[in-house]
C-alpha cells in the first residue's frame, strides 16, 4: 500500500483503517515495514482507537525522509480488554514531494492464553474462568494475563501502584536531585520516553517518568523510595516493575536494597542505555534478614533524549513492616559505632568484647584471629575471604567517598570510584572492556569489584582500603584475581599504609587480555597497617580494572604457647614455638629472625 503525490493542497490526511478487534493479550506486538522517502515526505503516525475513548493514542511516528529503503517499526500493544481499531494517518502540510509506503503487517502474541483441562504445580495459577494455565509470577502484577481479571483478584493493594491516582505509599527521595514525574500520553520531548502507559496501553494511562531535558544536567538523578517490608528469607519477596528506556542519550536505571536509612543500600539490578520504544518487565527476587527498602533511580545522560519510565510496580510474597529503618553513624573507617558497650573494666589501651566485656589487647582485634566469644574483635574488620557474592565490600571502604558529606552528594555519582558489578548488567559492548563473568562463578549473574572508567577523567585514581589490621604472621599474604582488558586500560597497584608512610607492593598496568587473572603479594609481618587497591583511569572509558576472589591466606600472628617447646619444636628468641623443620629455610617463622640466626 502506497501514496503518491505531489501537489500543494494544505492539510489533506490519508488514512488507512484496520479492522476492529476485540481485545488483545498482555504480549501483543505489532509490525510492519515503511517506506518514507522524498524531499517534502512529511510525517506519519498511527494512532490506537479505544472503544469508549474520544482521544486517540499515538503509538508510532515518522517524522521526516528516512532514505531511499524499508524500515521496520514494531509496536507494543499489550493487552487491550476493550474492542479497539489502528489508524494510520499520513499528513500533507502544503507542499507534498515523496512516496509513503507501508507492507507486510503482523500481530504477533495477540491471542489470550488458551484453556487448559489441569494446572497443578506450586508455580502455576489456573485462570477462574478462561481456564488458562499461567506462571504464578504473573500474579498481582497489575496485568490481566488471564483475559479474565482473576489473575489480579484479591491482591493487596499496599503491595502495588500503577500510578493512575499518585504514588501510592511510594515516595520522593529528598536527598536526590530532582524528583520523577507523574505524567500521562508522551513525554514533551520528541523520540524519548512513552507515547503512553503500561497499565491502560493508552495516552489516559498515568506513569513516572525522569526529565531529561534542562535544569537537569549529566549524571543527575532521581530517587524513588518503596514502603518499608519485614525481613524476606531466600528470596521469596519477589518485586515487579516495567521500565521504558528510549533515547539516544537515555543513561542508567538502577534498583537498591537497603536495610539502614541513611545510606544509598546495596545495588540489585542496573541497566544501561537505549532499550527501544517499549515498556519491558523486571522481576527481581529479594532476600533479607532485616526490615527493608527499595530504592529505584534513574540517573540522567549526556543530552535531552533521555527520559525513562516506570509503571506497574508491585510485590509478591512481601508483607509491610510497621516501623522505622535504623540509622548508622560512620568513622573514618567506614565502621559501625556501637551505642553502649557491657559493662566492663577495660582501659582506654584494651578492646571490649561485645558480648561478655572481657578484656583484651588492641593488637588483638584485627588480627585475622578472633579471640572474643562473639568475634567481635574481628567484626569491624576486612573479611579474610571476600567474592563479593553476598553484594557487601567485606569491610573494605572507599576512604575519598567516606569523607565527602551526604549519601546522594552531586560529587560522589560522576567521579571514579570502586563500584560492584557483573556481566548481567553491562549495556551492549561493555563486555569488551569489563568483565561478562565474575571469577568466583564463573557466571553473568556472579558479582566483583570494579573501577568505572566511565566517570572520571585520564590520570584519575581510587583507592579502596582495608580498615586498620592489627597484627599479621610471618606467612601472611594476600591473593586475588584481577581483569584488566580494554584498548585504554590505566593501571592497578597493591599499597601498604602505615601511617602516613605508604609503599607499593604490587603493580600491573595495560591490557591484560579478556580473562581473570591470579596475583599473590606477600605482606609477612606487619603491625597497624592498611592495604589498599588503587586504580588508575587511561585515556578514555574503554578499560575498567576490576578484581574478585581476594583471599588473606596464613595471615594470623604467632601464638605464644602456655607451655614449653616440644623436642620437635624450635624456641624463638620471643618465645614462639615453631617446627625445627623451619629452621634456616630463609623464611623468617619466629617473627624475629631467630629461626635464620647464623648462631643455630
Given at each position: 500500500?502506497?501514496?503518491?503525490?505531489?501537489?500543494?493542497?494544505?492539510?489533506?490526511?490519508?488514512?488507512?483503517?484496520?479492522?476492529?478487534?476485540?481485545?488483545?493479550?498482555?504480549?501483543?506486538?505489532?509490525?510492519?515495514?515503511?517506506?518514507n522517502y522524498g524531499q517534502s515526505v512529511g510525517a506519519a503516525e498511527l494512532q490506537l482507537l479505544v472503544d469508549g475513548l474520544k482521544q486517540p493514542t499515538v503509538l508510532w511516528r515518522a517524522y521526516y525522509n528516512e532514505g531511499n529503503q524499508w524500515l521496520k517499526?514494531?509496536?507494543?500493544?499489550?493487552?487491550?480488554?476493550?474492542?479497539?481499531?489502528?489508524?494510520?494517518?499520513?499528513?500533507?502540510?502544503?507542499?507534498?514531494?515523496?512516496?509513503?509506503?507501508?507492507?507486510?503487517?503482523?500481530?504477533?502474541?495477540?491471542?489470550?492464553?488458551?484453556?487448559?483441562?489441569?494446572?497443578?504445580?506450586?508455580?502455576?495459577?489456573?485462570?477462574?474462568?478462561?481456564?488458562?494455565?499461567?506462571?504464578?509470577?504473573?500474579?498481582?502484577?497489575?496485568?490481566?494475563?488471564?483475559?479474565?481479571?482473576?489473575?489480579?483478584?484479591?491482591?493487596?493493594?499496599?503491595?502495588?501502584?500503577?500510578?493512575?491516582?499518585?504514588?501510592?505509599?511510594?515516595?520522593?527521595?529528598?536527598?536526590?536531585?530532582?524528583?520523577?514525574?507523574?505524567?500521562?500520553?508522551?513525554?514533551?520531548?520528541?523520540?524519548?520516553?512513552?507515547?503512553?502507559?503500561?497499565?491502560?496501553?493508552?495516552?489516559?494511562?498515568?506513569?513516572?517518568?525522569?526529565?531529561?531535558?534542562?535544569?537537569?544536567?549529566?549524571?543527575?538523578?532521581?530517587?524513588?523510595?518503596?514502603?518499608?517490608?519485614?525481613?524476606?528469607?531466600?528470596?521469596?519477596?519477589?518485586?515487579?516493575?516495567?521500565?521504558?528506556?528510549?533515547?539516544?542519550?537515555?543513561?542508567?536505571?538502577?534498583?537498591?536494597?537497603?536495610?539502614?536509612?541513611?545510606?544509598?543500600?546495596?545495588?540489585?539490578?542496573?541497566?544501561?542505555?537505549?532499550?527501544?520504544?517499549?515498556?519491558?518487565?523486571?522481576?527481581?527476587?529479594?532476600?533479607?534478614?532485616?526490615?527493608?527498602?527499595?530504592?529505584?533511580?534513574?540517573?540522567?545522560?549526556?543530552?535531552?533524549?533521555?527520559?525513562?519510565?516506570?509503571?506497574?510496580?508491585?510485590?509478591?510474597?512481601?508483607?509491610?513492616?510497621?516501623?522505622?529503618?535504623?540509622?548508622?553513624?560512620?568513622?573514618?573507617?567506614?565502621?559501625?559505632?556501637?551505642?553502649?558497650?557491657?559493662?566492663?573494666?577495660?582501659?582506654?589501651?584494651?578492646?571490649?568484647?561485645?558480648?561478655?566485656?572481657?578484656?583484651?589487647?588492641?593488637?588483638?582485634?584485627?588480627?585475622?584471629?578472633?579471640?572474643?566469644?562473639?568475634?567481635?574483635?574481628?567484626?569491624?574488620?576486612?573479611?579474610?575471604?571476600?567474592?563479593?557474592?553476598?553484594?557487601?565490600?567485606?569491610?573494605?571502604?572507599?576512604?575519598?567517598?567516606?569523607?565527602?558529606?551526604?549519601?546522594?552528594?552531586?560529587?560522589?555519582?560522576?567521579?571514579?570510584?570502586?563500584?560492584?558489578?557483573?556481566?548481567?548488567?553491562?549495556?551492549?559492548?561493555?563486555?569488551?572492556?569489563?568483565?561478562?563473568?565474575?571469577?568466583?562463578?564463573?557466571?553473568?549473574?556472579?558479582?566483583?569489584?570494579?573501577?568505572?572508567?566511565?566517570?572520571?577523567?585520564?590520570?584519575?585514581?581510587?583507592?579502596?582500603?582495608?580498615?586498620?589490621?592489627?597484627?599479621?604472621?610471618?606467612?601472611?599474604?594476600?591473593?586475588?584475581?584481577?581483569?584488566?582488558?580494554?584498548?585504554?586500560?590505566?593501571?592497578?597497584?597493591?599499597?601498604?599504609?602505615?601511617?602516613?608512610?605508604?609503599?607499593?607492593?604490587?603493580?600491573?598496568?595495560?591490557?591484560?587480555?579478556?580473562?581473570?587473572?591470579?596475583?599473590?603479594?606477600?605482606?609477612?609481618?606487619?603491625?597497624?597497617?592498611?592495604?589498599?587497591?588503587?586504580?588508575?583511569?587511561?585515556?578514555?572509558?574503554?578499560?575498567?580494572?576490576?578484581?574478585?576472589?581476594?583471599?588473606?591466606?596464613?595471615?594470623?600472628?604467632?601464638?605464644?604457647?602456655?607451655?614449653?617447646?616440644?623436642?620437635?619444636?624450635?624456641?624463638?628468641?620471643?618465645?614462639?614455638?615453631?617446627?625445627?623443620?623451619?629452621?634456616?629455610?630463609?623464611?623468617?617463622?619466629?617473627?624475629?629472625?631467630?629461626?635464620?640466626?647464623?648462631?643455630?
Open positions: 500500500m502506497f501514496i503518491l503525490k505531489s501537489n500543494n493542497s494544505i492539510s489533506q490526511v490519508a488514512q488507512l483503517r484496520s479492522p476492529k478487534f476485540r481485545q488483545a493479550g498482555s504480549n501483543c506486538t505489532l509490525s510492519f515495514w515503511y517506506y517499526a514494531v509496536i507494543q500493544l499489550g493487552r487491550l480488554p476493550h474492542p479497539f481499531q489502528l489508524s494510520l494517518d499520513k499528513i500533507s502540510l502544503g507542499f507534498y514531494d515523496g512516496i509513503s509506503a507501508i507492507d507486510d503487517i503482523t500481530f504477533e502474541n495477540c491471542a489470550l492464553p488458551p484453556p487448559a483441562l489441569s494446572c497443578e504445580g506450586p508455580n502455576r495459577f489456573w485462570c477462574r474462568d478462561t481456564k488458562a494455565c499461567i506462571d504464578s509470577l504473573l500474579v498481582c502484577d497489575l496485568v490481566d494475563n488471564c483475559g479474565d481479571g482473576s489473575d489480579e483478584d484479591n491482591c493487596n493493594p499496599d503491595l502495588q501502584c500503577n500510578f493512575e491516582t499518585g504514588l501510592c505509599n511510594w515516595e520522593q527521595d529528598v536527598e536526590d536531585d530532582f524528583d520523577w514525574v507523574r505524567t500521562q500520553g508522551p513525554t514533551p520531548t520528541a523520540n524519548t520516553g512513552p507515547l503512553k502507559d503500561h497499565t491502560t496501553g493508552t495516552a489516559r494511562g498515568h506513569y513516572l517518568y525522569m526529565e531529561s531535558s534542562k535544569p537537569s544536567q549529566f549524571q543527575d538523578k532521581a530517587v524513588l523510595l518503596s514502603p518499608l517490608f519485614n525481613p524476606s528469607g531466600n528470596g521469596t519477596c519477589i518485586f515487579r516493575f516495567h521500565y521504558h528506556m528510549f533515547g539516544k542519550q537515555v543513561y542508567k536505571l538502577s534498583v537498591f536494597q537497603r536495610t539502614v536509612s541513611n545510606t544509598k543500600g546495596w545495588l540489585l539490578w542496573y541497566k544501561f542505555g537505549n532499550q527501544g520504544n517499549r515498556w519491558i518487565r523486571q522481576t527481581l527476587y529479594i532476600s533479607s534478614s532485616k526490615p527493608f527498602q527499595i530504592l529505584v533511580k534513574g540517573t540522567v545522560g549526556d543530552g535531552f533524549t533521555g527520559d525513562i519510565g516506570l509503571d506497574d510496580m508491585s510485590f509478591l510474597g512481601c508483607t509491610l513492616y510497621n516501623g522505622n529503618l535504623p540509622t548508622i553513624s560512620t568513622t573514618t573507617s567506614g565502621t559501625s559505632v556501637p551505642a553502649t558497650l557491657p559493662m566492663n573494666n577495660c582501659t582506654e589501651k584494651e578492646f571490649v568484647c561485645r558480648a561478655s566485656g572481657r578484656c583484651i589487647q588492641m593488637i588483638q582485634k584485627c588480627d585475622f584471629r578472633p579471640d572474643c566469644s562473639d568475634k567481635s574483635d574481628e567484626s569491624a574488620c576486612v573479611m579474610e575471604v571476600c567474592d563479593f557474592e553476598d553484594k557487601t565490600q567485606c569491610g573494605w571502604y572507599q576512604p575519598a567517598l567516606e569523607q565527602m558529606s551526604g549519601n546522594y552528594s552531586t560529587h560522589t555519582t560522576s567521579i571514579f570510584k570502586w563500584e560492584l558489578g557483573r556481566g548481567a548488567n553491562l549495556y551492549p559492548g561493555q563486555e569488551k572492556h569489563c568483565p561478562l563473568i565474575d571469577h568466583t562463578t564463573c557466571t553473568e549473574e556472579g558479582w566483583y569489584l570494579f573501577a568505572d572508567s566511565s566517570n572520571g577523567e585520564f590520570g584519575h585514581t581510587v583507592d579502596i582500603a582495608t580498615p586498620v589490621i592489627s597484627l599479621t604472621g610471618p606467612k601472611c599474604k594476600i591473593v586475588f584475581w584481577n581483569h584488566m582488558n580494554g584498548s585504554t586500560i590505566g593501571s592497578l597497584e597493591v599499597l601498604c599504609k602505615t601511617g602516613n608512610r605508604t609503599s607499593k607492593l604490587w603493580t600491573q598496568s595495560g591490557n591484560q587480555g579478556p580473562q581473570w587473572n591470579r596475583a599473590e603479594v606477600f605482606l609477612g609481618i606487619r603491625s597497624n597497617f592498611q592495604v589498599v587497591f588503587r586504580a588508575k583511569r587511561g585515556v578514555s572509558y574503554m578499560g575498567d580494572v576490576a578484581v574478585d576472589d581476594i583471599t588473606f591466606e596464613d595471615c594470623s600472628p604467632l601464638l605464644i604457647p602456655g607451655r614449653p617447646c616440644t623436642s620437635e619444636e624450635f624456641t624463638c628468641a620471643n618465645k614462639y614455638c615453631i617446627p625445627k623443620d623451619n629452621l634456616c629455610d630463609f623464611v623468617n617463622d619466629c617473627a624475629d629472625n631467630s629461626d635464620e640466626s647464623p648462631t643455630i
